[in-house]
């Protein structure tokens, strides 16, 4: 950190810490880009697993020919819908903001306060859309893996092994996508913090 001599003019002063200001600033928005492009990869990665989620299996039956193709998909549960349309908003704003936020950096200015304002709102409100598709697409997918013998929901991921998989990794990672909005916010308030 630059030391300010006492013997300086108020301008070289002013000069000096407005210098310091900005390298700061540029650090801040260098570690939002960052965070954007991490909400970008962590959720493109669980959306591409949900949606792939599909298996096709024979279920023994007692009638000839013995047996029927049964597929399950992430079609077929609306909190895995729910999740996945979640998930795609949360993608598509995160590209939206990565341009934004690099082009704040590229520009070396700091991003208008109503431009950051309007991103921090936009940010709480899919925290709090993204955690929730995740919490109910992980209840239904624990579901699946356990199941519940006190109302007679048998559990699927031991005949739909491949499709339990693709579920459980996408909401792994989707878990991962709501810390990086988390994490956006802390950094919006710290740079709030510092003005």
Known sequence: MASINPG??????????????????????????????????????SLVALVTSKQTEMIPVPFPPYGA????????????????????????YSIITTILSFLALIKRSATSTKLMSCVFAIDVLLLGILASATGAAGEVAYLGLKGNSNVGWQKICNVYDSYCRHVGFSVLISIFASIVLSLLIILYIITI???
Do not use: M, Q
């Open 8 to 45: 300086s003019s108020p301008l070289a002063v002013e000069l000096e810490k407005n210098s310091i200001g900005s390298a700061k600033t540029t650090k801040l928005v260098l570690h939002d880009v960052i965070l954007r492009v991490c909400l970008f990869a962590t959720t493109l990665t």
């Open 69 to 92: 193709s049964v597929s399950a998909k992430f079609t077929d549960s609306p909190a895995f819908v729910y999740s996945s349309a979640a998930l795609s908003v949360t993608c598509l």
């Open 193 to 195: 913090s510092r003005r």
